[in-house]
Structure formats: C-alpha cells, structure tokens
C-alpha cells in the first residue's frame, strides 16, 4: 500500500506536466500507466525511499474554464476526500485568479496537509511575483517549474514530510486472498456483490479495512473463502457526480493495490469505454490478477458471433496483455456467477505458480535453441540458463552473454511460449534479461 498525493488546480496552470516530472524523472523506480487512451492520471513516484500514488485530476475539465461550478469542483472535493496530500498549483504568469481563490476557499477548510506550489517560476523576477500567493491564505508556498525541473526537489521533500506513516502489514501465510471489485460507476458491481452475498447474510462478516476506506467482506460461500473488497459502496457521497472518470479511477486505487485479484466489472450495454481501459491499466501496471466480467449481458441482443466478436474487441485493446479470461455473466439473473468466482480463485492460484528451476530449463531452454534471438551486429546472443524469481509475483530472469541485445519482441516470444506452457492467464509476468 502507498499513499496517495493528488495535484488540484484550475486548467493551464501545469498540473499534467508537473505530474509527468513526478513519474517519470526516475525511470527506475517510476510505474506510470500507458495504453490508456486518455491523458495519463495515475502514477507511482519515490523520494527518499518513500513511495507514494501520484493522480493528476487535469484533463477532464469538460466545461469552459470561467464555469467553476462542476467538473473542477466536484474533482477537488474528491481530492480533499480521498488523498493524503493534496498539491495546489497555480500559475505565476497569470498571478491569483478567481477561480484559485475558489479552490483556495475549499482547501483552507481540509485537516489534511496542503501544499501550495507556484508553478512557472523560472527566474528571478518571476520569485518576486510569487510573493502574491501569500494571499490565498494557505501559509507558505514553493516555487518550480514543471518543465525545467526546478524547486521541484524542495517540494518532494515537503510532500514525504507531510504524508502519514503507513502500518507496517505483517505477511501472514494464512491470510485469505483478497478479490477487488473495480470498474467504472453503473456497471454493475453493486449488484455482482449483492448477488454473491446479499440472500444468505450470515455467512458474511465485516472486517475492519486495512485502509481508511476499504472494507473488506468475509466471502465463504459454495468452497470458495476470501475477501471480497467492494469499491462500490465505499464512502459515497451524492455531490460527487457519478459519471465523473476521474471519481471511479481514484476509488479504484487503493482497492486495487490492496488486492490480490481485480474483477473487473463492464457493462455489456456500453462495451469497453477508455474509463474502463484506465482501470485494466491500473491493475496491470500494479501486477495484479485480472478477470473482466461483461455484465449485464441478459440486455444484449445476441447472435451466433455476439460474444466471439465482442471478447475479440476486448483484447484488441488490452493487447499484448490478451491472456485474461472474460466472461459474460449478468448479476441480476445470476448467469455464470459462480463461473466467475471459480475463474477469479484459479487466476490467484495461477499468480502463486512456482516452476522449479531443473525442470523450468528442461523445457525452456530447448525452444531458445531453435528459435534463438536475432543477431545484431553480427553479434549472437546465447543465454545459458533461466529461473523463476523468488518473488510474490511470476518473474522470471534469462541469464546471456549480451542482454542489451535482446529486444522486445524477443521478450514477447518469450511470454507467449510461457503461457502456452504454463497456466498463467490473467496473471502479468515480468521476464528480465541479465548478463550471466
């Protein structure tokens, strides 16, 4: 678990180029989600050895930028509401405008630690005009440039500073696994639940969450026993818009860096909207299992080839990640529930697959024989001898004698061969190439 650091702010002030330097300065120890098809929102960053959740609530300003009342709004109070830290920015060139002195109204009233940081000062006249920040009324601020990188330093140290000590989660080998229910509002993941736990209550018990909002329940029902960890009821609040992308991407966060595996719910009527891609992306980029459910299927309109087509156009956007089982189930008729539960339970013991190192080489070795990486330079690459990491989750190390020349689509051969050879759908697996 980590905690979460949100940038608020008006348009144009340099949210988005501030959070990309955040997620993306230190590569090696940087994860920011890709293959969405809006502009990125979520990312992890470290400083000092802390790491921390980084979302970026620009980009989804629907209306114009004087019509405060709405998108902007609604996106602060989230952020008020779910971060840790929240980092205003505002914009030197344009000095306070109205609509800072808005979101200032709101964060003078928050207990969380807020962090005002004057974006755009890249010289010294530019430090002078800061001083009139001081007015919004939220005490001392710091001055960067986003796209220089400058003061940017002083401000992490301030933000790792201010951020809660996190419980240190003690590894417990009989802790249940736990099964997160993400997906975009509407989708049906209130009523997947409900149809799981909702007619025979008392095999269900509430466990305090390890988190401030996530509430994990007790499922043992038909031989499955885990933890089910409801994104959908947490805390909801009727002046946070429903149909906001930045409001279900957020919830998603922590459940799914608590989990073990995401169910992923969608609604069959609507089909796999950007918002939903942005929570595969999520739970991918964590390396968590993945099961995606097509709910309310009893609505479509069906033919011969409804469900070959529609999985098809599933993992033509999820691609190359396209080994994840989907099923189309529908809570309100109870279709394929259990198959669902049975499939989220073999993909958590698919994510704890153990191959032994004599046995992994016996078979992986002779297919690098045949099928060798190409030569590059004249130069021929041969690896010698592979394992399986110790790790919580399935990696695997290549040891060559030149692994700088083994290129992606080498590694993507790799993978394949490993999934057809061992049961590791909807699992993400990572394959390293290391000199021997």
């Known amino acids: 678990m980590s905690n979460i650091v ?71 109070e989230l952020a008020i509401d779910e971060a840790d830290a929240i980092v205003f920015v505002v914009d030197v060139e344009e000095g306070i405008t109205p609509m800072d002195d808005e979101v200032a109204k709101l964060l003078r009233k928050v207990t969380k630690p807020v962090i ?20 919004l009324g939220l005490g001392e601020y710091f001055t960067i440039s986003g796209m220089s990188g400058s003061g940017t330093g002083e401000l992490l140290d301030k933000i790792v500073e201010v951020l809660p000590e996190l419980p240190e989660v003690e590894e417990n080998p009989e802790e249940l696994p736990r099964f ?76 799914i860096e608590h989990a073990d595996v995401c169910i992923l719910v969608i609604d069959a009527t609507r089909g796999f909207e950007g918002q939903d891609q942005s929570i595969f992306w999520l739970a991918e980029k964590n390396r968590k299992g993945i099961v995606i459910l097509v709910n309310k299927w009893d609505l479509v309109e069906k ?48 994510r704890k697959n153990r191959i032994p190192t004599s046995k992994f080489n016996e078979v992986m070795l002779p297919i690098i024989e045949r099928n060798p990486p190409p030569a590059i330079k ?12 110790p790790t919580a989750i399935p990696q695997f190390v290549f040891f060559a004698n030149l692994p700088q020349y083994v290129k992606d689509p080498y590694k993507r051969f790799i993978e394949n061969k490993l999934r057809e050879i061992y049961d590791f759908e909807g699992v993400p697996i990572d394959i390293y190439f290391r000199q021997k």
């Not at 921390?52 to 405060?68: A, E, L, M, R």
């Not at 189930?329 to 993909?347: G, I, M």
């Not at 004249?378 to 990491?389: E, H």
């Open 6 to 76: 949100a940038i608020v702010g008006r348009p144009n002030v340099g949210k988005s180029t501030f959070f990309n330097r955040l997620v993306q300065r230190r590569e090696a120890i940087v994860d920011s989600v890709s293959g969405v098809t809006r502009d990125r929102n979520y990312g992890k960053s470290e400083w000092n050895g802390k790491e921390f959740s980084v979302i970026d609530t620009g980009g989804y300003v629907k209306g114009s930028d004087d019509i405060f009342e709405g998108e902007i709004r609604r996106q602060v």
């Open 116 to 135: 005002l940081a004057v974006n755009k000062v890249d010289n010294a006249k530019r430090e002078t005009d800061a001083f009139e920040f001081y007015n």
């Open 180 to 255: 997160a229910v993400v997906g975009r509002p509407n989708a049906g993941k209130s009523s997947f639940i409900n149809a799981l736990i909702g007619e025979d209550r008392f095999v269900v018990t509430d466990i305090a969450g390890t988190t401030r909002d996530a509430i994990d329940t007790k499922y043992n029902r038909f031989g499955f026993e885990f933890n089910l960890v409801d994104t959908a009821g947490i805390r909801r609040k009727a002046k946070v818009k429903e149909d906001l992308e930045f409001y279900s991407v957020m919830r998603s966060v922590r459940a």
């Open 303 to 350: 033919d011969s080839m409804t469900t070959v087509e529609y999985e098809r156009r599933i993992r033509e956007e999820i691609a190359p990640f396209t080994d994840v089982p989907i099923l189309f189930v529908s809570a309100l008729t109870k279709q394929r529930l259990l198959k669902a539960l049975e499939t989220a339970v073999h993909v958590y013991e698919s």
């Open 378 to 389: 004249g130069k021929y690459v041969k690896i010698k001898y592979c394992m399986q990491l």
